[in-house]
């Protein structure tokens, strides 16, 4: 039948997505006829590829009625086939076809020829273009009215640039941004729906108004930062003048804080200064000074860290105008700050400073004592080397003459005449005396000792860390080192003048060197001159000449570089002695020109003979090589003649040839040497003045040489014919070497070959069991595995085979000898080719390489014998070991047949459960053991397959055995197969019964299952479209419900059969031969229907579904828009009251609002009134009977003022404050506005309501029943933003100490106890207030719509998500377009909630800082009040204490200037009452001080502004002028203090000289004294008297005030020392004082000055001299003995000479009591340990002597330091070690004669070595040898000291010493130790020579050593080292026992701690004459208790130590 040509299969539903749809739907192609009818196959979707196996065509009913029809299938007539239709048309049908063939009709599936295709196509275009107008056309008009918007919002921008409305632009950007979007979304929408052209008109409409959306939308974009610029513009100085005060508001606190903070530090700074000398209060005031300015510069760097944080905000500044602003304003501030730091640095360091200072005073001191002495030296250097200056000033003017003279041309001879006359004037003068000179040097060198001490001194100073760190005592060592230097230059003139003096003499000296260099150098010329003329004689040393002269010019550069060395030494004399020695010098050098000139004319003369011999000897050398020339001539006639050469062999033409050429290699050598020496002679002739006559002899001498040489050239090499003979031998022998070798290889091959063919495994293994390439797994049966050809080394079915085995051994020999056959024969042919082996030879030896050849063969043959058995083995072994394994397992698996058929006979029906479990174990046993057995047959089946593959590979006759055998294990390994066949099938049988019941029962369920599903979706297609919701989703859940189990069911079912097929097809079992396989097959077919069936109607469901889902989802978004838009309507009233304009609601008329209502509750609290009488007294006040009007409430509020003092501060004064506050009651408690007239009064109800205490609640909390939290239940839970009113006041829970509050909750009018806040800190209620609530609301309002945005928005977008794939028709595309659309208004709302956002985010920000503004006024007055009672306070106290302090000061003044007729009784008096006074007010002013620190510190703290803050300033303005009391007490103090000891040493003076007039009065010396004044009650030893004896001894001597007065000082008792005191007084100078021979100072010549810290012996009471006001002393200096008078005290008050006790000293160690003041003098005896000597004469210092010190390293220890090398007598401590350094490298020998010895080894420099003997002159030799022993090796033998010509190889060491008397070793650690005697010790440099300061000694009587008191021994001790200053106050170092004796009977007083002070009662006694332990009597300061200390504690370690 004819139809068209192409068909389309098309859909109209959504099973686009299904598989089957997919392939059949496209156009087809008529293919050709099939039953009567046409057939088509799916066009390919493109060009070049195969179509498609899908088909439309008919089939009739030749197979049945339901095979007729058309059909999908993938061939015609084929079994796979996809959809049928019963219709037999003759076309192919348009619809009625079954989607899968045997399922229902797809409505929605057609089949239609293309023409009625393009019909369709184009009237569904129209209808889709007509729809997509449509939707356009909507959004377009949309779009328009958004257009229209945001046109008229530019219009009004841009011609209301002042009041424009931004939030217009911003809502019209807002509305139409979301338009380019959808209008995208659309245009995808129409290019997606295929129309192609049809659809570009509406297309084009969409994007015109796209264009105008966009270029709208572009406006706006860019319209709206400008105009958000611009509004930012205009309110950007307001906000950055806000943000700055801000800024500033912390920024000045900190600034502030800091400024006051370093004013109170510069304050406390100059307190350091107002206490002057006194320490203890300057280091107080440093101390507060330093933590001030600690707590300054902390408060600095917080400001400038605060300052830097808000210059790092200045970004957030708009206008450039406020940044500049807030840059100035903080670079101001800091600047300052900056400043104030600088200003802290010296307060910083006030207390080091003042520390410091007291140091510099002291380390002023120290130097200047140890300066001045430096400086004495240096002026008595001065005096004494005056001559040594005065002389070399005149040298200089000579030196300086005469080098004028030198260096001026020549003058005229008078000119000459006048300047000798002046020189002889000049050399006139005469040298200093030796004795003067070396006097000077001596003092010079005691200066420079002192000096370096100083400076030693100044410098370990300044390595001090603190010195190092304090410009203050820096600059007392600068001055001290200025003062150094000064001494220094002084010396370096007297040091200048004694360097000319010296330069003098060592020019002298160094003329006697240079004249004896000059002498040998003119020596050697002659000796070199005698040598030259020697040459040639006979007996005369080859060479010798050459050494003279060596000799010579050596000596002669020795005396030039002398003569240059001398030269340069004398220029730098400044003498006139180097002038002269320069010109003798000269003179030196002009002989020395002549020496050089002699021995250039030597060396010419000694050429000059020696080239004469040179050519005597070159005559001789040619003379023999012709000679050798003729020999070789002779040599050469054998094989020159060829007859004698053809019957040589060639052995005699070898031998011949060998002589030839010796002789001619002898007469070349011989011609070479000559030719040489000649050439050297030509050489040297052409460079020199030769003689022809020498020239020619060598020319001739050259022409022979040539002449001899041409005769030895043609036997050089031999003749052709005797080369070629001997090459063809070498060949030869070569050959035959070759076939030797390759025939023994040969013979091996054969022989291991034989070895092979009969063993082709070694004895010692068997054949090897080989193991499988590959082990295929039991449950598969791959394909055999092809491998490639093995090698013939290794099978390729083997991992591993021994490599060293016959087969493999034969063939490496064959491969060898092979090779060797090859080299032989390619070896022969290539020397036969190239004529060099004879061809007779050749045929030989190739006939014996050919035999070799063939029997290599056969061996090769016998070889592959062995090696085919071998493969054999190896192939065969493998498969017959599986197939062994293989028929194991089969019959594993009989053995287990046997025993489950008896389970199985036993157990037909299963009712015997124990039965069943055995057997079903049994079961499992047996299949398991099958799989194995079958896994094994399969892989021997697939091994011999591989097998079968290798043998083929093999060679001759192997592939045929290997096939039989592996033939016979095939039909093993088949029968094994069947026989596991036969046994399994029993167990099969009731497997396959089983599976069979339990699977029809899992169909059985699936199918009802699947037509519940059925009946459930059937319900669901029969429910209308209006159905309720709830109903629809019921049926749904239902449908959904059954078809999950339909699905369950059929996955149940499914599972077991395939898993049963499974297992069948792997056992081997196939349907076409096994029925129960076909069965179960049959049962898995018939859940297909079952599937497809619950698919089909879960489509149909689809539809239906997906209606009731857009309903749900557009029901759901409009109920949400509808809650979110009422939410936004009530945030945009709430927000709108924060930001009203009107005056009376705005936001700061609330804030004071509240807080005049607050105030208004306080009051009637306060004043216990009612709210009713409170409203009367304001309508009384507001002039008003009974009601109150709003304009005139500030009036009314101000009539309370009195009561309530705060109003005012609540709403200000200004006229404008008063509006406000009008306005705000108007607002709240008026029904009309403010400005209405006629409703301006404030409604009585409203102002009552609001006089009610209020809370809002700010944090949920509960609200219980009772007071009580704990005992108390819980009533409800309290919400944020609660209003509460109060029905009592706050009380106190006792129990949790928390605060709470009886309330109302207006919201439901329940009461109960809510808490306040919590012990944390967490706040729960605030006081109500309008703006408070408002804030809130908003604030709420605000959050509730941010989480309806929020939660709106993640709807759109998550169903937005879910419809992403449901495309733009049918319901869910629709409802998806809907949410697009509302996406919009989420948009805006999200918008508008922001800007809702902002505006409550000011007010709460406006609110805050109201708040804060409100707490500063209050805090402003109230610190206003504390800080004037502050000042007034303080201002009282600063002055009655000043008042008071300067009375009682001028007091104080008035006595200490007071006259002295005042009685000393009166005195004393006075001056303890003024004491007393000034001490109460220092300590009043402490208080006063420590009052005014609390009041700063504890009322004022750390604020930094306000009030308070000028307080502070105030205050410490006051503490100021109290820090100069105690200063000005504490001067008065001390000038009291000086007062009363003036009178009591005035006193104590006139009993001390009372005492010594009566004593000399009576002849007593101060032991007789002490007795006379002892009572008969005393012990007769006793060191003690009473004082009263000494009042009643002097009674009539003193008046009785006096002597009280004076007595008053000492204790009840007096010590013998202290009587001793009394009779002998002395002094220390501690400022320098002239002693001067008279009283009166005035014309009297001082006798010498007495240095700090002399001693001197007073006599007599001092006495004021009159008119100078000195007073003055006789006195004695102890120093020299020297007596005269000095003053005590200057007229200004200053101190020169002090009391102190009587000098002692005391031994600490054992030493001598000499006999003169001289270290060395002799020594009288020893002093012991505990002597105390009483001073009678010095300290003074010995005279400065001159030492040697050395440094060096001791061998034993290694140790490093400095050693005394030589004394002040010259006596050394060290001798030399003999040891030699080699200084030059030089030979060891084992003898002394040179000649005659061998040497031992070579000596390098440096090394040491022991001299064993003397050295020795070698006088044939003219050397010095030594013996010695090296120390490095031990070995020893003779070494040269110096050669013949001078040269020093080694010399004595001057480094190496041993110690040889016991010396000190100051190491460089600072520690020292005695040297041993004869420990070796090396130098590390030269010794030198240095002064040592002489000790300081002080003549002594001592007492407690002699039997007689009164003859007592003297002598000198040298003070400081063992004897040291002995004082009466001393300190116990060690704990020990006081005892009440010193002899064995002596018990404990009582036990004596560490560290505890005693007094010395007298001096120390031993317990008997000759004993050496001393004793100390003591009293301990402590309690007073006296008894006796040893002198020496533990360990011998002294026991006291002095306390000053």
């Known amino acids: 039948m004819k139809g068209e040509e192409r068909y389309f299969a098309i859909t109209e539903g959504d099973d686009t997505e299904e598989f089957v749809i997919q392939t059949l739907t496209g156009e087809f192609q008529r293919k050709g006829d099939n039953h009567g009818r046409p057939f088509y196959q799916k066009v390919p979707p493109k060009a070049g590829v195969p179509p498609p196996e899908v088909f439309i065509y008919y089939w009739d009913e030749r197979d049945g009625e339901s095979f007729s029809g058309w059909w999908f299938g993938k061939a015609v007539g084929g079994n796979e086939v996809w959809s049928h239709s019963a219709d037999s048309a003759k076309l192919p049908p348009l619809g009625g076809w079954k989607i899968p063939f045997t399922g229902d009709v797809r409505d929605t599936f057609l089949v239609m020829p293309r023409s009625q295709k393009v019909r369709k196509d184009a009237s569904n275009k129209a209808d889709l273009l007509k729809s997509l107008e449509e939707e356009a056309q909507e959004l377009i008009t949309e779009s328009v009215k958004s257009v229209e918007k945001a046109r008229a919002a530019m219009r009004a921008f841009q011609t209301q640039q002042d009041k424009f409305d931004i939030e217009a632009i911003k809502e019209a950007h807002l509305d139409i ?410 003179e030196h050098q002009t002989k020395l020109q002549a020496a050089l000139q002699k021995i250039e004319d030597c060396k010419k003369q000694a050429g000059e003979k020696k080239s004469l011999l040179k050519r005597k000897d070159a005559l001789a050398k040619v003379e023999v090589a012709e000679e050798h020339a003729l020999k070789a001539e002779a040599a050469a006639e054998i094989i020159l003649d060829d007859a004698q050469l053809k019957g040589m062999t060639s052995t005699e033409i070898r031998e011949a040839g060998a002589i030839t050429r010796k002789a001619a290699d002898a007469a070349m050598k011989a011609a070479e040497e000559a030719q040489v020496l000649i050439t050297s002679l030509q050489i040297a002739a052409k460079g020199s003045s030769a003689s022809e006559e020498a020239t020619a002899e060598l020319s001739k001498l050259q022409a022979r040489l040539k002449a001899a040489e041409a005769t030895i050239a043609p036997f050089a090499v031999l003749p052709d014919v005797v080369e070629k003979q001997l090459k063809i031998q070498s060949v030869i022998d070569a050959a035959e070497l070759q076939v030797s070798t390759a025939e023994d290889k040969v013979e091996a091959a054969a022989k291991l070959a034989s070895e092979a063919e009969e063993n ?202 290997c096939r039989e055998q592996l033939d016979e294990l095939g039909e093993k390994i088949e029968a094994g197969l069947k026989r596991l066949t036969e046994v399994r099938q029993a167990s099969m049988d009731r497997q396959f019964a089983k599976a069979k019941t ?192 709003a304009p005139k409430i500030p009036a009314a509020l101000r009539a309370l003022v009195p009561e309530i003092p705060e109003l005012p501060e609540l709403f200000g004064t200004k006229g404008e404050d008063d509006k406000l506050v009008a306005a705000s009651f108007s607002a709240l408690f008026c029904s009309g506005d403010a400005g209405d007239a006629a409703n301006t009064s404030i409604e009585k109800d409203k102002f009552l309501d609001e006089l009610k205490v209020r809370y809002i609640c700010v944090g949920s909390v509960s609200m219980t029943q009772d007071l ?153 007055v109230a610190d206003k009040k504390v800080a004037d009672k502050m000042v007034e306070d303080i201002t009282e106290l600063v002055d009655g204490m000043t008042t008071k302090a300067g009375e009682a000061c001028d007091e104080a003044a008035k006595l200490v200037a007071g006259d002295s007729a005042i009685s000393i009784k009166d005195l004393l008096h006075a001056l303890k009452k003024s004491e007393a006074d000034l001490q109460a007010i220092i300590s009043e002013t402490a208080k006063a001080q420590e009052q005014v620190m609390k009041v700063v510190t504890d009322q004022i703290g750390n604020v930094s502004k306000g009030p308070l803050v000028e307080a502070r300033r105030l205050i410490f303005r006051l503490k100021v002028k109290l820090a100069p009391i105690p200063v000005n007490c504490k001067k008065q103090l001390s000038a009291l203090e000086a007062k009363q000891l003036a009178a009591a040493q005035d006193a104590e003076q006139s009993v001390a000289a009372a005492v010594q007039e009566k004593v000399k009065a009576g002849g007593l010396t101060a032991d007789s004294f002490f007795d006379k004044l002892r009572s008969d009650n005393d012990p007769p030893h006793s060191c003690m008297v009473q004082t009263a004896a000494l009042r009643d001894f002097l009674k009539g001597s003193l008046d ?178 003999k040891l030699m350094t080699c200084k030059k490298s030089g030979a060891l020998t084992d003898g002394f004669d040179i000649s005659a010895c061998s040497a031992i080894r070579k000596l390098e420099i440096g090394e040491l070595l022991e001299m064993m003997d003397e050295p020795k002159e070698d006088e044939k030799r003219k050397v010095l040898r030594v013996q010695v022993k090296a120390r490095t090796d031990g070995k020893e033998g003779w070494v040269t000291v110096k050669g013949n010509q001078g040269t020093v190889y080694v010399e004595e060491s001057k480094l190496h010493w041993n110690c040889s008397k016991e010396v000190e070793l100051e190491n460089d650690d600072g520690t020292t130790r005695n040297l041993e005697v004869g420990e070796p010790f090396e130098l590390l440099m030269e010794p030198a020579t240095e002064m040592r300061g002489g000790k300081l000694l002080a003549r002594v009587r001592s007492k407690n050593r002699s039997s007689t008191p009164d003859a007592p021994v003297e002598g000198w001790v040298v003070v400081g080292e063992a004897v040291l200053p002995w004082v009466f106050r001393q300190q116990v170092v060690q704990a020990c026992s006081m005892m009440d004796g010193i002899d064995e009977h002596s018990t404990v007083v009582r036990e004596v701690a560490a560290n505890e002070e005693v007094e010395l009662l007298e001096v120390p006694r031993s317990s008997d004459e000759d004993s050496n332990a001393f004793f100390s009597h003591v009293r301990a300061t402590q309690d007073g208790a006296v008894g006796f200390l040893p002198f020496l504690g533990k360990e011998g370690k002294v026991l006291l130590e002095s306390r000053s």
């Open 177 to 586: 941004q979301p338009h380019t979007q959808i209008f995208n979304d659309m245009i995808a929408k129409v290019e997606g729906s295929g129309l192609g052209d049809v659809s570009r008109a509406v297309l084009r409409k969409i994007r015109e108004a796209q264009s105008a959306v966009a270029m709208e939308a572009q406006k706006l974009k860019v319209a709206l930062p400008k105009a958000s610029k611009q509004i930012q513009q205009k309110q950007s100085e307001v906000r950055d003048d806000k943000l700055l005060a801000e800024m500033m508001l912390g920024v000045n606190e900190k600034f502030e804080a800091a400024e006051d903070l370093v004013e109170k530090a510069e304050l406390t700074f100059g307190l350091v200064e107002h206490a002057g000398e006194d320490e203890e209060e300057a280091l107080k005031a440093a101390e507060q000074t330093e933590t001030i300015a600690k707590q300054a510069q902390a408060a600095v760097k917080e400001g400038l860290g605060a300052i830097g944080q808000k210059l790092a905000l200045l970004k957030d500044f708009e206008s450039d105008t406020g940044r500049l602003k807030a840059t100035d304003s903080l670079g101001t501030l800091r600047e300052k700050l900056r400043e104030a730091n600088a200003k802290l640095a010296p307060f910083l360091a006030a207390k080091v400073e003042s520390k410091q200072r007291v140091e510099a005073k002291k380390l002023d001191l120290e130097i200047c004592e140890l300066l001045a002495p430096a400086e004495k030296e240096v002026e008595a250097a001065e005096q004494i080397a005056e001559p040594l200056v005065a002389y070399a000033k005149v040298a200089q003017q000579a030196a300086g003459k005469a080098a004028e003279k030198t260096a001026r041309p020549k003058a005229k001879a008078g000119d000459k005449t006048e300047k000798d006359g002046k020189d002889d004037s000049v050399q006139k003068r005469t040298p200093p005396n030796p004795e003067i000179v070396e006097s000077a040097m001596h003092r010079v060198a005691n200066a420079v000792t002192s000096l370096l001490g100083v400076t030693k001194v100044v410098e370990q100073k300044r390595h001090n860390q603190t010195v190092m760190f304090s410009h203050v005592l820096k600059k007392v060592l600068d001055k001290a080192e200025e003062r150094v230097r000064a001494a220094q230059k002084r010396l370096d003139r007297i040091r200048s003048a004694q360097k000319e003096i010296k330069e003098m003499e060592t020019a002298q000296n160094l003329m006697g060197d240079v004249e004896e260099k000059t002498q040998a150098a003119e020596e050697a010329v002659k000796v070199a001159e005698d040598a030259v003329r020697a040459i040639g004689n006979e007996g005369s040393l080859i060479d010798s000449e050459e050494e003279a002269i060596k000799v010579a010019a050596k000596a002669a550069a020795a005396a030039k570089i002398c003569i240059s060395m001398k030269l340069l030494e004398v220029k730098r004399f400044t003498a006139e002695a180097g002038i002269e020695a320069q010109k003798i010098l000269t």
């Open 760 to 961: 082709p495994w070694p004895d010692s293994e068997a054949p090897p069991a080989p193991v499988p390439v590959e082990d295929p797994p039991p449950s598969s049966g791959p394909r055999p595995k092809t491998r490639a050809k093995p090698a013939p080394q290794a099978p390729p079915v083997m991992l591993s085979i021994a490599m060293e085995n016959p087969v493999d051994r034969a063939k490496t020999a064959i491969e060898n000898a092979q090779k060797a056959l090859s080299v032989a024969t390619a070896f022969i042919e290539a020397q036969v080719k190239d004529d060099k082996m004879p061809d007779d030879d050749a045929e030989g030896m190739n006939a014996r390489l050919e035999a070799a050849k063939h029997k290599l063969t056969a061996a090769e043959a016998t070889a592959d014998k062995g090696f085919e058995q071998r493969e054999v083995l190896q192939l065969i072994g493998d498969v017959d070991k599986k197939t062994i394994e293989a028929e194991a397992s089969v019959e594993a698996v009989a053995k287990l047949a046997g025993p489950l058929a008896e389970l199985m006979a036993k157990h037909t029906d299963d009712k015997d459960e124990g039965g069943s479990s055995s057997l079903e174990a049994a079961l499992a046993e047996m299949k398991a053991a099958a799989k194995t057995a079958a896994a094994n047959c399969s892989s021997v089946k697939t091994s011999i397959a591989v097998k079968r593959i290798q043998a083929k590979r093999l060679a001759g006759a192997a592939p045929e055995i």
């Open 998 to 1189: 339990t699977s029809t029962a899992s169909v059985e369920k699936a199918g009802t299952k699947v037509a519940a599903a059925t009946a459930a979706y059937k319900a669901l297609l029969e429910l209308s479209d209006g159905a309720d919701p709830e109903q629809m989703q019921d049926v749904l859940s239902k449908a959904a419900s059954a078809q999950g189990e339909a699905s369950f069911a059929l996955s149940a079912a499914r599972g077991p059969l395939e898993n049963v097929l499974n297992e069948a097809y792997d056992d081997g079992l196939k349907s076409e031969t096994d029925d129960r396989v076909k069965e179960f097959e049959d049962m898995l077919e018939t859940l297909s229907p079952l599937e497809k069936e619950l698919d089909d109607m879960q489509k149909k469901a689809k539809d239906k579904e997906h209606k009731f889902v857009a309903a749900c989802l557009l029901s759901e978004a409009t109920d949400m828009f509808e809650q979110l838009e009422e939410k936004i309507k009530t945030m945009n009233d709430a927000s709108a009251a924060l930001v009203a304009t009107d005056k009376g609601k705005s936001l700061v008329a609330q804030v004071r609002l509240g807080y005049v209502l607050q105030a208004l509750r306080s009051h009637m609290i306060a004043a216990s009134k009612t709210p009713e009488t409170l409203f009367e007294e304001l309508a009384k006040a507001s002039g008003e009977n009974g009601t109150i009007e």
């Open 1268 to 1420: 009580e939290v704990e005992e108390s239940a819980t009533l409800r839970k309290l919400e944020v933003s609660e209003i509460l009113e109060a029905l009592g006041p706050a009380s106190k829970d006792e129990k949790s100490d928390l605060m709470r509050v009886f309330v109302k909750a207006l919201s439901d009018d329940s009461e109960g106890f809510v808490t306040l806040a919590g012990s944390g800190g967490s706040t729960y209620l605030e006081v109500y207030s309008p703006a408070l609530a408002s804030i809130r609301k908003a604030e709420i309002a605000v959050a509730d719509v941010s989480e309806s945005v929020t939660q709106t928005i993640a709807y759109l977008k998550e169903k937005n998500e879910d419809l992403k794939t449901a495309g733009t028709s049918g319901p869910l595309g629709e409802v998806k377009v809907e949410l697009g659309k509302l996406r919009v208004r989420a948009s805006r709302a999200q918008a508008s909630q922001g800007d809702s956002k902002r505006k409550v985010e000011t007010a709460k920000k406006s609110h805050e800082a109201e708040v804060e503004a409100h707490k500063k006024r209050q805090q402003d």
């Open 1600 to 1777: 009785e005030e006096e002597l009280k007065a004076g007595l008053a000082g000492f204790d009840e008792t007096l010590s013998r020392l202290s009587v001793s005191g009394l009779v002998q007084q002395y002094r220390k100078c501690i400022k320098e004082v002239a002693l001067t021979p008279n009283a009166e100072v005035k014309g009297s010549v001082p006798i010498r000055k007495i240095e700090p810290d002399e001693i001197i012996e007073v006599f007599g009471k001092p006495a004021k001299e009159e008119g100078t006001g000195l007073q003055r002393t006789r006195c004695r200096a102890l120093k020299d003995l020297a007596e005269g008078w000095v003053t005590v005290f200057g007229n200004q008050g200053t101190t020169f000479v002090e009391k102190m006790d009587k000098p002692y000293v005391v031994c600490e160690a054992e030493a001598p009591l000499q006999e003169s003041c001289a270290s060395s003098s002799p020594e009288l005896r020893k002093l012991v340990a505990g002597e105390v000597l009483e001073m009678v004469e010095g300290p003074r210092e010995e005279t400065a002597v001159e030492i040697t010190r050395a440094k060096g390293k001791s061998a034993k220890d290694g140790a490093t330091g400095w050693v005394l090398f030589k004394d002040e007598h010259g006596q050394c401590f060290f001798e030399s070690q």
